[in-house]
Structures are given as C-alpha cells and as structure tokens.
C-alpha cells in the first residue's frame, strides 16, 4: 500500500483559505476513493469529505459543505481539499486516506472504513 503524504497545513485567521494536498510521490493512486479526515486534540476523528477517483463523485459533511472543496489529479496523482471561510472550530490535524476497494457513498464518512492513512497535517485557525 502507498502510504500518502499530506501538507498545506498551517496557521491561519477565521475567514481566511487553506489548500491541502495529499501525494505519493512516484507512484500512482489505486484507489476506490481518497478521504480526508481530522482530529481535533481530545475529540473523535471526524470525516470531512470524500471523493471517488474513477468520476470524480464527492461527498462532504455538514459542517464543511459550501465551505470546503474536495478534487483530485490523476495526472499528478494528488488529492486535495480547498478549505475556505475557515472558523476556530475547523483547527486540526488533517489526515488523508485511501480505500482500495468499494465502498457506497454512505458509508465513505467511516474512518474504519479506510486501508492507508497519511501522517496528517495541522492547521490552525486563529487570530
């Protein structure tokens, strides 16, 4: 399995914009669909958005919908997730992940649902 690598993380005021990206360098993404994830310190790992690399087909959570955007490259094999209008509340660490095999649009919000997992990257949100 390709272990992804994510970045882009960082500081950044509310209402302001990030882009993280998610890659594994020299080698290509084989997956069903990619997902990024986050876990704030003392709280559960939430589900943020998925995509599914075959159409491109994407799913987002609540919280995160009209906000955030989730998109991929096969050429560059990259995953990213365009977050704007960022609050304090979105402050995490930001986890890429891949699943190899299907998985219904319903239940791609299910971490353990997911075969390989990045390191994770943290953003920060504050003034």
């Known amino acids: 399995q390709i272990q992804p690598v994510e970045s882009g993380g960082g500081l950044v005021q509310p209402g302001g914009s990030l882009r993280l990206s998610c890659a594994a360098p020299g080698r290509a993404f084989h997956n069903y669909c990619m997902g990024w994830f986050r876990q704030a310190p003392g709280k559960d790992r939430q589900f943020v958005a998925s995509?599914?690399?075959?159409?491109?087909?994407?799913y987002y959570a609540d919280s995160v919908k009209d906000r955030f955007t989730i998109s991929r490259d096969n050429a560059k094999n990259s995953l990213y997730l365009q977050m704007n209008s960022l609050k304090p509340e979105d402050a995490a660490v930001y986890y890429c992940?891949?699943?190899?095999?299907?998985?219904?649009?319903?239940?791609?919000?299910?971490?353990?649902?997911?075969?390989?997992w990045g390191l994770g990257t943290q953003v920060t949100v504050s003034s």
């Open positions: 995509i599914t690399w075959v159409d491109g087909s994407t």
């Open positions: 992940a891949a699943r190899s095999q299907f998985l219904p649009t319903r239940e791609q919000g299910v971490w353990q649902e997911y075969d390989v």
